[in-house]
T-cell receptor, first 110, second 117 residues
C-alpha cells in the first residue's frame, strides 16, 4: 500500500496561472516533507521542503502547505512559467527514509 | 562538485546477462541510496548505505539484486541474471545526513536507463 500518494498523474495549467499539486500520506510518523522536480533524462532535484511543525513554507514562486490533520500537503506555483513543466514528486521522510509518490506531470501551456 | 555521477547512462542487455550499475556519490556525503523508477510504482528505495555499511535492503526485490559500497566514493548495483521486468531507470542518490534525521535531502544522479530484452 502506498504511503505517499499523488492522485493526479498529470496537470495542465495556463502560463501565468497558479499550479497546485497535491499529495496525501498515510504514515503519521513522517516528520519532514519534500518536493522534487524532474526533467526528462535527468535525476530529481530538490525544490522545497517543510517540517511537520510548520504549516507553510514559501520560497519565491513556490509555496508548500501542510495540513497534518488531513495528512495532506500541496505545492503552489505562482505564477506558472513554461520552465515549470516537469514531473513533480512529493516525498516524506521518516524512519525508513524518503518515501516518494508516483509523481505528477505538470504541463504549462502558453 | 560534479554531483552524483552514475554510469552508464543507458544499458541495453539480453535477458540472463549480468548488469552492473555504478555510482559515485558527492564527496563528504555519508549516506547513499539506490532507487528504481517505473511507471507502475514510481520511485522505490532499493537499498540504503550509511558510512559504506548497508543499513536497509528491504527494498531489494529479489536475490538477483545485490549492492556493494567498497569505499566512500563508489557503489555498485548488480543484477544477475537480469530479466525484462527489471527494465527501469535506476537512480543513485547521496545525502550528507543520516537516514531518518530531519532535513534529509538527497541529491540524485542522472540515472541509468536499463532495458532488458
Amino acid at each position: 500500500d502506498q504511503q505517499v500518494k499523488q492522485n493526479s498523474p498529470s496537470l495542465s495549467v495556463q502560463e501565468g496561472r497558479i499550479s497546485i499539486l497535491n499529495c496525501d500520506y498515510t504514515n503519521s510518523m513522517f516528520d519532514y516533507f519534500l518536493w522534487y522536480k524532474k526533467y526528462p533524462a535527468e535525476g530529481p532535484t530538490f525544490l522545497i521542503s517543510i517540517s511537520s511543525i510548520k504549516d507553510k513554507n514559501e520560497d519565491g514562486r513556490f509555496t508548500v502547505f501542510l495540513n497534518k490533520s488531513a495528512k495532506h500537503l500541496s505545492l503552489h506555483i505562482v505564477p506558472s512559467q513554461p520552465g515549470d513543466s516537469a514531473v513533480y514528486f512529493c516525498a516524506a521522510s521518516g524512519a525508513d527514509g524518503l518515501t516518494f509518490g508516483k509523481g505528477t506531470h505538470l504541463i504549462i501551456q502558453p | 562538485d560534479a554531483g552524483v555521477i552514475q554510469s552508464p547512462r543507458h544499458e541495453v542487455t539480453e535477458m540472463g546477462q549480468e548488469v552492473t550499475l555504478r555510482c559515485k556519490p558527492i564527496s563528504g556525503h555519508n549516506s547513499l541510496f539506490w532507487y528504481r523508477q517505473t511507471m507502475m510504482r514510481g520511485l522505490e528505495l532499493l537499498i540504503y548505505f550509511n558510512n559504506n555499511v548497508p543499513i536497509d535492503d528491504s527494498g531489494m526485490p529479489e536475490d538477483r539484486f545485490s549492492a556493494k559500497m567498497p569505499n566512500a566514493s563508489f557503489s555498485t548495483l548488480k543484477i544477475q541474471p537480469s530479466e525484462p521486468r527489471d527494465s527501469a531507470v535506476y537512480f543513485c542518490a547521496s545525502s550528507p545526513t543520516p537516514l531518518g534525521s530531519r532535513d534529509t535531502e538527497a541529491f540524485f544522479g542522472q540515472g541509468t536507463r536499463l532495458t532488458v530484452v
